[in-house]
């Protein structure tokens, strides 16, 4: 018996007894033949019914609640069954459409681990494939949840020229690229920290780096490496219009740039922000890598390869969706030429766009590579600012 059982007897008990006595009482009075003297009002009184009454009740109380209260709660509960039985339908499709069209109210009544065990399921009824969809959402989440940064409408435009100051071919010769991006920011983490290092680990662990880091590898070369100052510069860096100050610092084998945001940004965390920066990238590595930090709506990319004494640029798109990427060439006779990619849906983080270009020097007569060249060198620059 639970408390509230034994809490609603015992209030069943008293009232019982307290009516017994006050029946019993009224029965005494009606009995005394001196009342009428005494307290000559009660005698108006029915003093015998209302004793026998509240006698009765006192009993009946007491029979009902030892002889009926098992079956009271058997019906009871049976007529609880059949409401909800009835009901449930109703209630079910009121449940999800309030959950289907204001997900607030499913924030509030549920923990995050009830949430991803929702939309895991739910993932899997759509797939049909429990174990499909419980990887599909951790690679989800991995992606997403890693920022609270969102980009909007990015433009980005890379120009790429030779580098005056090396050879003009083989070992050293260098193209110097030259890189804007513009794109609205919701959710700006308070300082952006822009990385140039020449370790290949610790490149990989910037890139992951969800704390508003931006990193380029450099691979060092003729007398070159991450810290040298013609390897990567930030040129400038705007946020709504207005420039922001940058703090260098150099170390061995890397430096960075550190612009910080804190109250730079609208009361909704939102902002205009543009930098440009150059890095140097090398002819022979054939390779220029566009990475994203966090998730952006639409893309829009030109990049432009006057006098590089390119033969031909190819456009690897690592951006998995089913919308296509859109990729445009300027016509031949068009200075400078130039290579554009649009593509209008969600790019998430550890995507990259990738511009690999053939040099007219490594073609020989009829066309062919010529022996001991290679068009797929991973060495030059990996950029993921």
């Known amino acids: ?40 009002w009660l005698a108006w009184l029915p003093l015998s019914e209302i004793g026998s009454t509240l006698f009765g009740s006192g009993l009946i109380v007491v029979a009902f609640n030892y002889v009926s209260e098992t079956d009271a709660d058997e019906r009871a509960n049976e007529r609880l069954r059949k409401v909800l039985k009835e009901e449930a339908p109703a209630i079910r499709d009121a449940v999800i459409d309030g959950f289907a069209f ?25 797939l049909g494939d429990q174990a499909l969809a419980d990887d599909v959402y951790a690679d989800l989440q991995a992606q997403l949840l890693r920022t609270r940064e969102r980009h909007e409408g990015e433009r980005i435009t890379v120009s790429l020229a030779p580098w005056d100051k090396g050879p003009a071919g083989g070992a050293g010769s260098m193209f110097v690229a030259t ?14 920290r822009f990385e140039c290092v020449s370790d290949l680990a610790e490149y990989r662990e910037l890139a992951a780096d969800p704390g508003g880091t931006r990193a380029w590898y450099f691979e060092p070369i003729a007398g070159l490496d991450a ?10 860096f705007t946020i709504d219009g207005r420039p922001r100050p940058t703090r260098r610092s150099k170390r061995s084998g890397g430096q960075s740039y550190t612009v910080t945001l804190d109250g730079q940004t609208g009361s909704d965390g939102t902002a205009e922000i543009a930098y440009t920066y150059r890095v140097l990238v090398q002819q022979h590595g054939h390779l220029l890598f566009l990475d994203f930090d966090a998730p952006c709506k639409g893309v829009d990319i030109d990049f432009t390869y006057a006098d590089c004494g390119i033969r031909h640029v190819n456009v690897l798109d690592f951006i998995a969706s089913s919308q296509p990427t ?34 007219e020097r490594e073609l020989g007569p009829d066309g062919p590579l010529v022996p001991g060249h290679s068009r797929a060198h991973h060495t030059s620059g990996v950029s993921t600012t």
């Open 179 to 192: 890189v804007r991006r513009e794109y609205t920011a919701h959710g700006m983490q308070p300082a952006l």
């Open 326 to 359: 859109r990729i445009t060439r300027s016509p031949k006779d068009v200075s400078p030429p130039s290579v554009g990619v649009r593509y209008g849906g969600w790019v998430f983080p550890t995507s990259s766009v990738a511009f690999a270009w053939v040099l």
């Open 1 to 40: 018996m639970t408390p509230l059982q034994r809490l609603y007897r015992t209030k069943l008990t008293l009232l019982a007894v307290i009516l017994t006595v006050l029946g019993v009482a009224f029965l005494v009075l009606s009995r005394q033949a001196n009342l009428a003297t005494s307290v000559p």
């Open 102 to 126: 204001a997900p607030d109210a499913l924030t509030d009544v549920a923990s995050p681990q009830t949430l991803d065990r929702v939309v895991r399921n739910t993932l899997a009824i759509r």
């Open 227 to 236: 810290a040298s100052p013609e390897v990567f510069q930030l040129l400038e």
